[in-house]
């Protein structure tokens, strides 16, 4: 190939000349340096010498015309090269200009908001959230978010927040939670599990309810001397009759229940510019496997005795710990008894079953000595330890609902029929 | 509508006010017999004489002192510094003298002149030809700071300062003098200075420049546009006073601010502007501000392969645009 010869810089400022007069034509052979033809600027008159040896091949600016400096105007094929090599350098530059640009893991920014952004989600109700970002590292950008507000296909901050979620399945179904990669430093042995997809839901409502709504937390004492005695009177009798042993979770059960229709806010919902008192009482119980936690439903449990709901409690149960639960088995609660007496604990702050309004888990039964009829007495005694949406409850109520289990568990006696 | 060259634009502003206005006179380095080292004063020794059209010793502080004492008595000097590098020497008067005669005469007495001045690189001058000066001006109240980018704001903006009250510097980009051309309308007409004009509508990426710098930014737009980025390009044309709300509007066209000058990074313009997008349209921001500026080194290199690694280009710029698109 042919080398190019450009229209030269002739002085400063100088951005274009015209040819005058060619001193060669095609054909024509040059030495490096020799004139090849006339050029008039602005500025000055001068030759345009030869950057090569070699023959004239092509004249590419006619006598007359003006171009720009650094623009061809003529080629000339150099003595003894090789036709390619011009094209070498000409296409190795082309490759070094090429900028490299940083891998940028995807998603690395999907939170990393411009104000803009902020601004514009909040002037639109656009939950961030559930926007695709077309930015580097996925960042939603101006633009998508515009894109999304002209098209109106807005996914508004209320839907989600909304008490409608309740009608979604529990554990199982829900979002997938953050993926966000860990910070924790790992070291030799340590052991990474990977995260069940039980693991994740349950992670991503427990913070979804700690971070919504603001758990206040109280602990009243009740004596259930009576109610061990009246345990102990049945039982043997009650599992041969029934099948099933006879524990004392139907009967809190039975006083929550009780309790609610009473206090309809504790059986409530947040709705966000209101509050949804629930009609039916679905008590969500929870019960643990070895390597998960799952809230099934006893549903109309006001319908319920203390028979019915012991039956209950052991169906719930047995489905847990076979895997059998249905969608059904996890929907609909509308508060939650938890058994953490069972594992021996005797206070707990447990974390309220979003959307619920409160959760209450009874811990262990516990002979203590305390003073009745001024007198020291060995006596059952039981905490029960109540978590409440403090957007929804005040302390006041919740206490009196409290007041009002301890009553009905207090009342029991060895005589007492259930 | 007459095409005409950046420079001639200068000359033609010029003759104009030199045949409106008797009060009007040139003075500088060559600027008479020679006609300006650029020619940007070529012929108006012939048609004013030599009395309008001073030829000056090399002392750029005379040239400066004797303008301010020339406006001040009444005239209107328009002077020549041959380089903008060589206003150095002058920088004394400029700004002890001409920016604060006003305010310290308590409105008795003002400086109606007009600096003219070459800068940038591009053209092969090194060192003492090549240097972005307005730095040193930009942040000194008192003066107003022109730098036009077409040949039609050369000849409205030169216009305005001649006839404006106070002292104008008027940099003229010496590449731009022959490569940029431009449609000029015959009859007598100005452009106000303080006004920045929109060059493109876009919604991608805003850019923010002045003078050569502005048509690299330009082509760029158009190569992007291909890529399917659209560029908005804000011709700021007057430094000082600088046009906010233009800037403003500008950048919450696209949320996304890119500032291109010449003049080295640190201490330059852009960081002026750039802080007038962060305090007045914080809430409009799609991502950081970004400034594509000249190197901080001393000067422009002679060597032609270090001056155009220091020099700007439309594919520095184009590259700068789509990262900033990107983001």
């Known amino acids: 190939m042919a080398t190019d010869i450009a229209m030269p810089q002739l002085g400063e400022s100088v951005t274009e000349g015209t040819i005058t007069k060619w001193l060669k034509e095609p054909g024509d052979s040059v030495s490096k340096y020799e004139p090849l033809c006339e050029v008039a600027t602005d500025k000055v008159n001068a030759e345009v010498p030869a950057t090569v040896s070699g023959k004239v091949t092509e004249i590419v600016t006619e006598e007359g015309k003006t171009v720009a400096v650094g623009e061809v105007i003529c080629r000339v094929e150099e003595e003894g090269k090789e036709k390619d090599k011009a094209a070498a350098p000409a296409e ?11 891998d940028v893991p995807k998603d690395s920014m999907k939170r990393r908001y411009s104000p803009a952004v902020l601004r514009l989600a909040q002037e639109h109700d656009i939950d961030l959230e559930q926007v695709e970002g077309t930015g580097k590292g996925g960042r939603i950008t101006r633009k998508d978010l515009l894109k999304l507000i002209e098209s109106g296909e807005m996914v508004p ?7 409608i979620s309740e009608t979604k399945a529990e554990p199982a179904s829900v979002a997938q939670p953050n993926e966000q990669k860990t910070a924790i430093q790992r070291e030799e042995g340590d052991e990474e599990v990977p995260l069940t997809n039980v693991r994740k839901t349950i992670a991503q409502r427990m913070v979804q309810s700690k971070h919504e709504a603001p758990h206040a937390w109280t602990m009243i004492q009740a004596d259930v001397t009576g109610l061990v005695k009246l345990r102990n009177k049945h039982k043997d009798a009650f599992k041969k009759r029934e099948g099933i042993s006879l524990t004392y979770m139907p009967f809190f059960i039975k006083a929550v229940v009780d309790s609610l229709k009473e206090f309809p806010y504790l059986n409530s919902a947040w709705g966000v510019d209101r509050i949804i008192l629930k009609k039916r009482i679905n008590i969500s119980i929870a019960v643990a496997t070895e390597d998960a936690l799952y809230v099934p439903v006893i549903h109309d449990a ?4 203390v028979l019915g709901l012991a039956k209950a409690i052991h169906h719930l149960a047995e489905k847990t710990r076979s895997g059998t639960l249905t969608m059904d088995d996890l929907s609909g609660g509308t508060f939650t008894v938890n058994n953490t007496g069972s594992f021996g604990s005797i206070a707990s702050q447990p974390i309220i079953n979003h959307p619920q309004a409160a959760i209450l888990s009874m811990e262990s039964i516990v002979k203590q000595p305390v003073i009745k009829d001024e007198m020291i007495a060995v006596r059952d005694l039981v905490n029960l330890c109540l978590s409440l949406d403090h957007r929804i409850l005040d302390g006041l109520m919740a206490g009196r ?10 009342a029991y006696s060895p005589d007492t029929p259930f | 509508m007459a095409v005409i060259s950046y420079i001639d634009a200068v000359t033609q502003a010029l003759r104009e006010e030199m045949q409106r206005d008797e009060r009007v006179f040139v003075l500088g380095e060559d600027v008479g017999v020679r006609g300006g080292v650029f020619r940007a004063t070529d012929g108006l020794i012939d ?10 010793p090399l002392t750029e502080s005379a040239i400066a002192g004797v303008s301010i004492g020339a406006s001040v008595y009444g005239k209107r000097p328009v002077a020549e510094m041959q380089f903008a590098d060589f206003i150095l020497p002058a920088v004394n008067q400029i700004i002890s003298e001409a920016a604060k005669m006003r305010y310290r005469s308590n409105n008795a007495w003002n400086c109606p002149l007009v600096i003219r001045a070459p800068y940038g690189g591009g053209v092969h001058g090194a060192l003492y030809h090549s240097q972005s000066v307005e730095k040193i001006f930009t942040g000194v109240p008192g003066l107003k700071i022109v730098m036009p980018s077409t040949p039609y704001d050369v000849k409205g903006l030169l216009k305005s300062s001649i006839r404006d009250e106070d002292p104008v510097l008027f940099f003229e980009h010496k590449r731009c003098y022959r490569l940029i051309k431009g449609e000029v309308p015959e009859e007598d007409y ?18 923010i420049s002045y003078g050569l710098t502005l048509h690299f930014a330009q082509k760029a737009a158009e190569e992007l546009e291909k890529e399917g980025i659209s560029v908005h390009i804000l011709d700021l044309r007057t430094l000082v006073p600088l046009d906010k709300e233009a800037i403003l509007e500008a950048v919450a066209k696209t949320g996304k601010g890119l500032i291109i000058h010449e003049d080295n990074v640190t201490g330059g313009f852009g960081g002026e502007i750039s802080a007038v997008i962060a305090e007045e349209a914080f809430f409009e921001l799609d991502a950081p501000v970004r400034r ?16 155009k690694e220091f020099m700007l280009n439309p594919e520095k710029v184009t590259n700068a645009i789509r990262d900033l698109a990107e983001f």
């Open chain 1, 92 to 102: 190795k530059a082309q490759t070094d200009q090429k900028v490299t640009k940083p």
């Open chain 1, 157 to 163: 901050v209320q839907e989600k927040a909304s008490p």
């Open chain 1, 302 to 305: 006001d319908e319920k005795s």
């Open chain 1, 401 to 410: 609902f409290l007041q009002q289990v301890k009553k009905r568990l207090e």
């Open chain 2, 47 to 56: 048609t004013f004489g030599p009395e309008r059209v001073l030829d000056t």
């Open chain 2, 190 to 207: 100005t452009v106000p200075i303080g006004k920045a004009e929109v060059k493109r509508e876009g919604t991608d990426v805003t850019v």
């Open chain 2, 292 to 307: 594509l500026c000249g190197p901080d080194v001393p000067s422009m290199p002679y060597s032609p392969s270090l001056e």
